[in-house]
């Protein structure tokens, strides 16, 4: 398949020398033991890409690549290609090569293509360039994959690293450890219908000849999944960095000249990236059984040799490749591919693993073994949980009573000044003992101490839901196997909604599809409730799961058993507060084999089983696959599904996936400083053709939000009206304002046009659903400070909504024209939009103008 191109996030440094530009010279260097192209493009608003590069090049440097840097005025489109070229050129017959880019990805339009294309931003790339019509400078992912394709014909030993990725969404607030998203906030729509058309000129039969399913030959190394953010923030050096780039590297550089595959270490990365960025999921495609930089497979994957050691036991694994202290393996005959209990020789714990060796201590002897003495290898049976950080806030002494408290579990700790998150905020006082994340209160107080038990098992219920999410990915079962939808149900239709970052409200109704694509998989399906409970939703269907066959390949959760579908309901926890809205989680888990997942579920006040049979069932599981569906739930009793616009940026839909979003902020909390400035919003042209359904009469209606801690400021509704003539022409004449004032964070834009009635204006329609409990919610989410950006961006998802139902005559005439969202990391949108020429759809074209105080007068 065309390369994913996942999002531009920069790296680190790590104290190593500087990378000489001299990449031609270095390529001819015959001693070598491979080459390197490894590109740096930070754009606006990404500092981390040099020390990305400059510890990329130490790294490949040290295990004797010929490294060639393109930074700067090198890393433009020309030079980009040229130094790919000079990759190919020098690629020898299995020798490795590397091409790695960190920096901005783009997600772009063609009018004349289906599908839209992703790409990586030379430093030349200009969005908003007129000239990008008819000389654009990005590089598509095609573009990438035909010299992929070119590369993989000199050497099979290839390996692709991407910290990058596509987006259309809205610049993200600042978020915990102040991440910065990376990539271009809104999709390119200008110059790639010719640009195209320039490939298919320039590479002919390459262009068409690029398999969608890519090189069998090359490892894909990229810093998130399809749909995810990548992010840049400070490192542990206090360094701006690449969150993926700078795992990668420390887990490379703890692991030293010790040969594993890059399957066995891509736990090690994910947990690092985990622990800054929860939303972020790395991933290694094609073939991870790979010895690093290498062809020869290593055949023990998660399954390492074991060795008799004096009295105990050492395994070929370390930290790297998620061995822990407590770790419980099965010593099994080499050769086994699975646990079995009769073919056991023995049990062993580990007792102390290195980055790549662990010791080990006999548990017990197995089957009348009484000794090792055979070439054995270990699998996992049981993992040791993972201890979550929980603030303790309060006096001394009651203080030191909870944190004791805390010590009891083996899921929970206290909250150390180290640690870059904590799962919650515990707070004590004389007879009171509540729970709280960034929002407030999560459960009812309690007494103290009589509620402290039930205190900590609801906190080891959110530790529970954090280990459940971290397992979002690849484990045995590909995401290729399945596809994935999910949305809400409208008169009985499926209406598809995004991975990440929908707004629903309580009357929502929603259903999950899942469909094999070729062998025979069953299906769980989970809640992860606001409260952090987790729920199995498949449980009444089948316990070991839905099973997709031939038969019935596909299982749809909320259709009833004659196929029609109803959707299932969505509620609010009792007596959870209804101030704001809160993150909710569908999550589906496609097994390899029928498993009861029930041992998974959680309750309030208490858990259903304890954590060790949940981790040693896990383990025995062939193999499964996990995918997070997460969205805005408002405490609403309305339906608040984000409607479809002609022409969608999608700006709201990724705002679940920064940082903060999971986790309590630790010392490094959420700036109060919000970046805000004076702007002024104007439409530039509308021309309506005779394509166009609505009659001469017509009216245009615009909403604007953002962040202000006014509420009459939070939002701006604008109505005109037109009467249009024969011929398509401009109806405005000189610009209009849309909008002029203050906005803060971000600010978002939706555009109707519909048939004139004599209906009233917006800003009228608003202000009789001012007093209703969704639009309060939807304001008070604008104007709080104390909430994240994402929560904040869902208010004006939901007034969005609310505004939509009012413009709806029941005539069929409105026509959700345009939606998008600006940022304050790219100036909230100054320019011009397009950049050249107009957005069109349904025979309405407009353009617009963002301008801010500081260039009112240009």
């Known amino acids: 398949m065309a390369l994913p191109m996942c999002k531009a996030s920069s790296a680190i440094s790590l104290g190593r020398t500087r990378p000489s530009n001299n990449g031609a010279a270095a390529m001819q260097n015959g001693g070598t033991h491979g080459h390197a192209l490894l590109v740096g493009c930070p754009g606006a608003n990404l500092r981390g890409v ?8 130490a790294m490949l440097r040290s295990r004797r690549f010929a490294v060639d840097v393109r930074l700067g005025d090198r890393a433009t489109r020309a030079g980009i290609l040229a130094g790919y070229d000079d990759l190919i050129a020098n690629a020898r017959p299995d020798r490795p090569a590397v091409f790695y880019y960190v920096g901005h990805g783009f997600l772009g339009f063609a009018p004349t293509e289906a599908r839209p294309y992703q790409g990586i931003c030379p430093t030349d790339l200009d969005p908003n360039n007129p000239d990008s019509e008819r000389d654009f400078r990005g590089i598509t992912s095609w573009e990438l994959s035909i010299k992929l394709a070119q590369l993989a014909r000199q ?64 490892v894909r190394v990229v810093a998130c999944g399809q749909g995810e953010t990548a992010f840049e923030c400070r490192n542990e050096d206090g360094k701006r960095c690449s969150v993926f780039t700078d795992a990668l590297l420390r887990v490379l550089d703890e692991l030293g000249p010790v040969q594993v595959s890059w399957a066995a270490i891509e736990g090690a990365i994910r947990a690092r990236v985990f622990e800054r960025c929860p939303s972020q999921t790395p991933a290694i495609d094609g073939p991870a059984r790979r010895r690093l930089f290498s062809l020869d497979d290593d055949d023990g994957v998660g399954k390492p040799i074991v060795f008799a050691v004096g009295d105990g036991f050492e395994l070929r694994a370390g930290r790297l490749m998620g061995v822990t202290r407590g770790n419980v393996y099965a010593v099994m005959p080499s050769g086994s591919q699975a646990y079995s209990a009769d073919r056991a020789i023995a049990e062993v714990e580990v007792s102390e693993p290195s980055a790549t060796v662990s010791q080990a201590m006999l548990r017990c002897w197995s089957n009348g ?21 929980v603030r303790v806030d309060g006096p001394d002494p009651l203080r030191t009573h909870v944190e004791t408290a805390l010590a009891a579990t083996d899921a929970l700790r206290s909250f150390e000044p180290e640690d870059k998150g904590a799962l919650a905020t515990l707070r004590v006082s004389e007879g009171s003992l509540t729970i709280e994340d960034n929002l407030g209160p999560l459960f009812p107080a ?24 971290e397992l979002e990915g690849e484990h045995g079962v590909s995401a290729n196997d399945v596809d994935i939808e999910w949305g809400t149900v409208e008169q009985g239709e499926p209406r598809p909604m995004p991975e990440r970052g929908a707004s629903l409200g309580l009357r929502d109704r929603i259903y999950v599809k899942v469909k094999r694509r070729s062998r025979e998989l069953y299906v769980h399906i989970f809640n992860i409730g606001i409260r952090g409970r987790i729920t199995l939703l498949t449980q009444r269907i089948s316990t070991m799961g839905v099973l997709l066959s031939d038969k019935t390949p596909e299982f749809v959760l909320g259709a009833n058993s004659m196929g029609t579908l109803m959707g299932c309901g969505l509620s609010w926890p009792a007596e959870l507060p209804r101030s704001f809205p809160r993150f909710d989680e569908i999550v589906v888990i496609v097994s390899s084999m029928p498993a009861n997942l029930q041992y998974l579920e959680t309750r309030e006040h208490g858990v259903t089983r304890g954590s060790e049979s949940q981790a040693r069932d896990m383990q025995t599981i062939d193999g499964f696959f996990m995918k997070r569906l997460t969205y805005l739930l408002h405490p ?29 902020p630790g010392l490094d909390k959420a700036s109060q400083d919000r970046a ?27 909403l604007i939000c953002t962040r202000s801690t006014d509420s009459r400021r939070c939002y701006v509704p604008w109505t005109r009206r037109y009467r249009r003539g024969e011929e398509c022409e401009d109806l405005l004449g ?29 800003a009228t329609l608003l202000s009789r659903r001012v007093t209703d409990a969704e639009f309060r919610d939807a304001t008070g989410a604008l104007t709080c400070a104390h909430i994240s950006a994402a929560a904040a961006a869902g208010g004006s ?62």
């Not at 040099?50 to 090049?57: L, S, T, Y």
């Not at 103290?448 to 999410?469: E, I, K, S, Y």
């Open 369 to 389: 073994h009484k000794e090792l003495t055979q070439t054995a290898i270990a699998i996992p049976i049981r993992k040791a949980v993972v201890r979550r950080p």
């Open 734 to 762: 000189d610009a209009v304002t849309m909008f002029d004032g203050p906005v803060r964070d971000f600010v978002s834009i939706c555009l109707w046009v519909s048939r004139d009635t004599d209906r009233e204006d917006l």
């Open 797 to 858: 998802a939901v007034l969005c909504h609310i505004a939509d139902e009012l413009l709806d005559d029941g005539s069929g005439s409105r026509i959700r024209l345009f939606r998008t969202a600006f940022g304050a990391d790219h100036r909230f949108g100054a320019g011009r939009h397009p950049a050249v020429g107009v957005h069109s759809a349904r025979g309405v074209s407009f353009s617009m103008n963002v301008v801010t105080a500081g260039l009112a007068n240009q």
């Open 446 to 469: 309690t007494g103290f101490p009589a509620g402290l038990q039930d205190a900590v098992a609801n906190l080891t219920n959110l530790a529970a839901a954090q280990r459940l999410r």
């Open 636 to 664: 609403r009793e309305a339906a608040l599904a984000d409607p479809p616009f002609e022409i969608d940026d999608d700006p709201l839909r990724q705002a679940t996936l920064a940082p903060e979003t999971w986790l309590v």
């Open 676 to 702: 805000g400035a004076a702007i002024a919003i104007r439409l530039s042209k509308l021309l309506v053709d005779r394509s166009c359904s609505l009659g001469p009469a017509l009216r245009i209606d615009a």
């Open 50 to 57: 040099p020390h990305a590069v400059e510890g990329m090049a």
């Open 155 to 218: 050497t099979r030993n290839i390996t692709v690293i991407l910290d990058c990725c596509y987006a259309s969404q809205m610049s993200r607030s600042t978020a915990a450890n102040n991440a910065v998203p990376c990539a271009l906030p809104h999709p390119i729509r200008v110059g790639l219908d010719a640009h195209l058309r320039v490939l298919r000129e320039i590479y002919k039969g390459d262009f068409d000849a690029v398999s969608p399913l890519g090189s069998p030959d090359v």
